[in-house]
């Protein structure tokens, strides 16, 4: 070989190892480029997010409130059983000169709050001396109010549902008292309330974790959680009727056999999260994956900078939008032309997915697809109950994940079981339009006084 093949060999080398080099760095762009739009990512992980382009119409931008000709919406007043009080105002003698007095008045209702807030009650027990052992005995009280102590069932429920609801730090609701009704009570004070109320919800909780294998259809998702440091995992079971929360320290396929059990007959609607590809394979579960965070993935190739790759996501995603177009357009379709339809999308989907370029991420999205496997995207083709996403659950987990950030997780078992309750509740009282502190205040009494506890599961008719 002489010198200038040398070189040559040399400079087809370097090229090589340049080659590659530059593979490696466009994966590293493309990876730095996820966000929540392409893949599953939250939006709080977005460093850098895009201006909202503002489209200028040609007309004047309209002012703020009611606008112009459109129609007014005030509020109904309150009825005469429900004012306390009425102050009348009239003219004196002397201006009502030359006036004719009406019937009628200009009426202003304003609601205001009482110089007291809270009412002490004091119960007394008579104690009873027996001359004859010299034991003393005390008459006997209620039973919710030896249980409530310093704090009545309505005070309790309004503690239990500014932490809950209103996401409040013990600190805060202890200045709301201080400040506004004028009571000092303790952060002891206050977490013990608390408890109480968690001890109360724990039946209602335990009905639906038991009622729980037996839905037909029950979607999940699960988000971090914090506990005295130390990561566990919020997991949200998701029905039609209720939503249910379980804090584990594992995010694996034995959470959903313990809450689901080994013979679920239902249909599991989730991500692509491995441990529901086990528990489903383990068991065999029919699922149904999320397509919304599919369409991610998809997006995430189709902005790829390696063009084959990005050109064949081009085309998976415009038969996905194909196929959502077309069932937004379900109610103005027959049943046979919506199934024929589909079925017409679902294949050329299927077609065009499992023909991959020659790349590692396209490959191992087009894996999930082969077979039987595909079924578990498309069974909400076949069951009309079935949701095609799995949003719904995201929006359930949304409070928890703000009540986390606010309150920075917590701190041993019996704040965990809390949590795990009061989420529990104030998601199904919403899905079932029930008065959240109602339902508390509720349990509390029938906690203290020993009666029936009203139950979260919804009774259809």
Wanted: contains cysteine; hydrophobic residues 35%.
């Amino acid at each position: 070989m002489d010198e200038k093949d040398k070189i040559i060999a040399e400079l087809r080398q370097q090229i090589d190892i340049l080659l590659k080099r530059i593979q490696q760095l466009e994966e590293e762009v493309a990876r730095l480029k996820k966000n929540s739009n392409n893949s599953s990512k939250p939006p709080s992980s977005d460093i850098v997010k895009p201006k909202k382009t503002v489209v200028k119409v040609g007309r004047r931008k309209r002012k703020r409130g009611g606008q112009h000709g459109h129609r007014k919406f005030s509020r109904t007043p309150f009825g005469p059983e429900q004012v306390d009080e009425v102050i009348e105002y009239e003219f004196k003698d002397k201006d009502t000169k030359g006036l004719k007095q009406l019937d009628e008045w200009f009426i202003i209702q304003q609601i205001e709050l009482p110089e007291k807030m809270y009412k002490v009650i004091e119960h007394r027990a008579r104690k009873y001396l027996d001359p004859v052992t010299g034991k003393t005995h005390i008459a006997p009280m209620p039973d919710a109010i030896r249980k409530g102590g310093l704090l009545g069932a309505d005070v309790t429920g309004s503690i239990a549902f500014m932490k809950g609801r209103c996401h409040m730090s013990y600190t805060t609701i202890r200045e709301f008292f201080k400040e506004l009704m004028k009571l000092n009570i303790s952060r002891g004070m206050l977490c013990k309330a608390t408890q109480k109320v968690s001890k109360a919800l724990e039946p209602s909780y335990d009905q639906l974790t038991a009622r729980l294998p037996e839905e037909s259809q029950v979607n999940v998702d699960e988000t971090g959680h914090h506990d005295d440091g130390g990561l566990h995992w919020t997991w949200c079971f998701d029905t039609s009727d209720y939503s249910l929360f379980k804090i584990d320290k594992s995010r694996g396929c034995k959470v959903l056999e313990e809450m689901l059990g080994k013979n679920f007959a239902g249909i599991i609607g989730a991500d692509y999260w491995g441990a529901y590809r086990k528990y489903a394979r383990l068991f065999d579960v029919r699922m149904q994956y999320c397509m919304a965070h599919l369409i991610r993935e998809i997006r995430f190739l189709a902005e790829h900078s390696v063009k084959k790759l990005s050109r064949w996501g081009s085309e998976v995603l415009e038969w996905l939008k194909k196929l959502f177009c077309t069932l937004h357009r379900r109610d103005k379709m027959t049943a046979k032309g919506f199934i024929r339809s589909m079925e017409r999308i679902k294949t050329g989907f299927l077609k065009r997915i499992r023909r991959p370029p020659d790349h590692k991420l396209a490959k191992k999205l087009a894996r999930r697809f082969k077979g039987k496997a595909a079924e578990n995207y498309f069974r909400f083709l076949t069951k009309p109950n079935v949701e095609p996403t799995n949003n719904g659950t995201e929006r359930q987990i949304r409070p928890v994940v703000i009540d986390r950030r606010i309150t920075q997780g917590t701190r041993g078992d019996a704040g965990m079981r809390w949590c795990e309750r009061i989420w529990t509740t104030l998601a199904t009282c919403k899905k079932q339009q029930r008065n959240v502190f109602d339902f508390i205040h509720e349990t509390v009494l029938a906690h203290w006084n020993n009666k029936t506890y009203p139950s979260l599961i919804c009774q259809k008719l």
